[in-house]
């Protein structure tokens, strides 16, 4: 009994011994898993921190290049300004002699405007003398011929043709100025314009006449009674004497 006992208690230190060294391994073990987890860890976190320092080295790049491009693009700026200044200055200065081109230029044609209105006025002066001087010298020529022209040719007046043509057109009594005239005046140029008055009278006369003939020969006997019934009526109206 006490054998089994001892030896139960061997086993059961054995094993506790078992366990022990069981326990030990597993600390161990774990010690070992937890230096590797905590190594792996730092890697990782050196790696990240490696990564980050990376990437904050990369973003400094970037804002350091960005800063670049800023200073380069205030600088553009600056410099398209200053451009733009240059051609403002450069632009009033081609305004200014544009307008100084163009005053000198109106000034210019105002003279040329001026110098040939004098000139114009001028030619139409001496045009102007030399239509009174011509005039005058065709006055004069009239003149010298009236006074060598004999008085049964001298020149009549419109104003004379005017009035005998009135006269000579008179009903009824025009015929009888119209034969004086052609008689009378010592003035060829009266006679002769009395006889083309005349002249008319004697065709109408002759036509007429023809036109009495010729209706009397066609027109029925009846008819012509009425035809010279009207007819003197409208003598009558025209203030001859009929």
């Known amino acids: 009994m006490a054998d089994d006992m001892n030896i139960e208690l061997k086993e059961a230190e054995a094993k506790v011994k078992a366990a022990e060294a069981a326990a030990e391994e597993a600390r161990k073990e774990a010690e070992r898993i937890a230096k590797k987890a905590m190594e792996e860890a730092e890697a990782k976190k050196a790696e990240e921190a490696k990564k980050a320092e990376k990437d904050a080295e990369k973003k400094a790049d970037d804002a350091k290049k960005a800063a670049e491009d800023a200073k380069k693009a205030e600088e553009a700026k600056k410099q398209a300004e200053e451009d733009a200044k240059k051609a403002e200055e450069a632009k009033k200065a081609a305004e200014a002699k544009e307008a100084e081109a163009r005053k000198k230029a109106e000034e210019d044609a105002a003279k040329a405007a001026a110098a040939a209105a004098a000139e114009a006025a001028r030619k139409q002066q001496e045009a102007a003398a030399a239509k009174a001087a011509k005039e005058n010298e065709k006055r004069e020529k009239i003149k010298a011929l009236k006074a060598i022209c004999p ?15 009135i006269l000579c057109w008179l009903p009824v009594i025009g015929v009888f100025i119209t034969l004086i005239m052609s008689i009378a005046p010592k003035n060829r140029n009266l006679k002769s314009f009395a006889r083309s008055k005349l002249a008319y009278y004697l065709i109408l006369f002759i036509s007429a006449l023809i036109i009495i003939l010729v209706a009397g020969a066609v027109i029925p006997a009846d008819n012509q009674v009425e035809i010279g019934n009207a007819l003197i009526k409208i003598g009558r109206s025209l203030g001859m004497n009929i």
């Open 151 to 165: 008085p049964e040719y001298k020149p009549v007046g419109t104003s004379t043709y005017f009035w005998v043509g």
